[in-house]
């Protein structure tokens, strides 16, 4: 059973920049894909970037240019790296696994970012 522990959120005045960490109790290789994804009060979860084992990314349009995800499979973590940051970022952040047959998530971090 893999366990996946996000952290790096707090609170930041809107330009600023947050890094979230996704740590990996064991090899992320067996993941296909890892994604960070958000919720925010009253709404659905929704994906926000995605990163392959092959190494490919892919953005929701409203972070695309001011996100970047990345993996390292050496330390077994995904990191999601947040500039200019708006007050409709303020979501919990979420990591997740997939091997493909199942998902793994993360207990989520809370990223609040004020006006």
């Known amino acids: 059973q893999v366990q996946l522990v996000e952290s790096g959120g707090g609170l930041v005045q809107a330009g600023g920049s947050l890094r979230l960490s996704c740590a990996a109790s064991?090899?992320?290789?067996?993941?296909?894909?890892m994604a960070w994804y958000r919720q925010a009060p009253g709404k659905q979860r929704e994906l926000v970037a995605t990163?392959?084992?092959?190494?490919?990314?892919n953005y929701k349009d409203s972070v695309r240019g001011r996100f970047t995800i990345s993996r390292d499979n050496a330390k077994n973590t995904v990191a999601l790296q947040m500039n200019s940051l708006k007050p409709e970022d303020t979501a919990v952040y979420y990591c997740?696994?997939?091997?493909?047959?199942?998902?793994?998530w993360g207990q989520g971090t809370q990223v609040t970012v004020s006006s």
């Open positions: 997740k696994g997939s091997t493909g047959w199942y998902d793994y």
């Open positions: 990163v392959t084992s092959g190494g490919s990314t």
């Open positions: 064991g090899s992320i290789l067996r993941f296909n894909a």
